[in-house]
């Protein structure tokens, strides 16, 4: 990011990526926000603000949005919102097959939090069972393989801002709030590895 000339940061927070930002907008917090979202094939949620933005922040696909417009130096809080009922007059409100004028639908929807439409799920392709056959095994050796994955509930840190989440433990290792270093007892004996704990 240290290449890249402009970097804008639309944040509710300060974190890794507000550092390397010139620019930092501050964003909405979910509680403040509009939106929708499809968890699965053809049911579809509604998320709208339970109160006005306490500070002088905007809605992050606002701003976007506003970026995008023909006027962006004219922005309109209401800009998402709209854009939102638009979205949903002319994609989600023809395939629920609802009798009702789509301004009730609406209403319907937000009171709901929930609908269903008419969808069919994607198909999925066929799993090639070759492909498991025909992978090449590993020549033995007698050195040691450093296998590094992602946190549990971390992921790739795109959540370590969450407190909550740091808080769990990992359901095996019972680790929170750390990285850590998994070895066999077996090969930490090997190795003449002595456990050290801090705190």
Known sequence: MKNVPKVISLTEIKNETTIYAKIILPINNQLESWGDFETRTAILSLQQPV?????????KEAVLLNWLSDKPEQFDEAFYHQYLMNRWEKE??????????????WFAALNDGVVEVKEEAPKCGSFNLESFTKIENNKPSSGFTVVLGPSFYMMDGRFAGNGWLQEVPHPITKVTWDNYAAIAPATAKEL??????FG
């Open 192 to 197: 003449n590895l002595k456990l050290q704990r």
């Open 92 to 105: 989600v409100y023809p395939k629920s097959g609802s009798t009702l004028e789509f301004k009730n639908y």
């Open 51 to 59: 109160i006005a933005p306490l500070y002088s922040s905007r809605q």
